[in-house]
């Protein structure tokens, strides 16, 4: 599985010490220039920051179509619009954004668009984690917004409701 990451998956699987989740669940993890340049070189001494820019088996790539990528910077932030430009070059089999505007772009871009929840629902899926309650919390405790609703659907989803 290819995946192209935003920022804002990668900072908060970071802060909560969960990088690696990602290389578990996917054979390639792409990351735009503009998300390393915001992770790595702009936030340099925030949570995430070393982490990422010392994974070496997260692979930065320059989007290629600058035109496109122009084009959607009118409707997203610099690293969304990459990645979402990436996401379509490189053919990955999904691109994580969290922004809901970001997500509505690249679906309009045929894109298959997966969320940090997603991406901890699917290391459950592979086995990869046992559990998605204890990450779950500490991707809200590391400062991620998760509402009530959504906390209760995920749980439901990785089967983990509890008792009534």
């Not at 790539?61 to 619009?81: I, S």
């Not at 691109?95 to 772009?105: G, M």
């Not at 969320?115 to 984690?129: N, S, T, Y």
Request: hydrophobic content about 50%; overall charge neutral; aromatic content about 4%.
């Amino acid at each position: 599985m290819i995946l192209v990451l935003d920022s804002s998956a990668l900072i908060t699987l970071a802060r909560i010490g969960q990088l690696t989740l990602l290389r578990e669940i996917a054979e390639t993890i792409l990351i735009p220039e503009a998300v390393y340049e915001e992770v790595v070189r702009v936030g340099q001494n925030r949570p995430g920051s070393v982490a990422v820019g010392q994974a070496l088996w997260i692979v930065r790539r320059q989007a290629n179509d600058r035109a496109a990528v122009r084009r959607l910077r009118g409707q997203t932030g610099p690293g969304e619009a990459e990645a979402i430009v990436l996401a379509r070059e490189a053919q990955a089999d999904a691109v994580v954004l969290d922004d809901a505007t970001a997500r509505r772009v690249a679906e309009a871009e045929g894109l298959k668009v997966v969320g940090l929840l997603g991406l901890v629902l699917h290391a459950k899926e592979r086995g990869v984690v046992r559990s998605v309650k204890p990450l779950l919390d500490q991707i809200i405790t590391a400062g991620f917004f998760v509402d009530d609703a959504l906390y209760r659907v995920i749980l439901r989803e990785a089967r983990e409701e509890p008792p009534q």
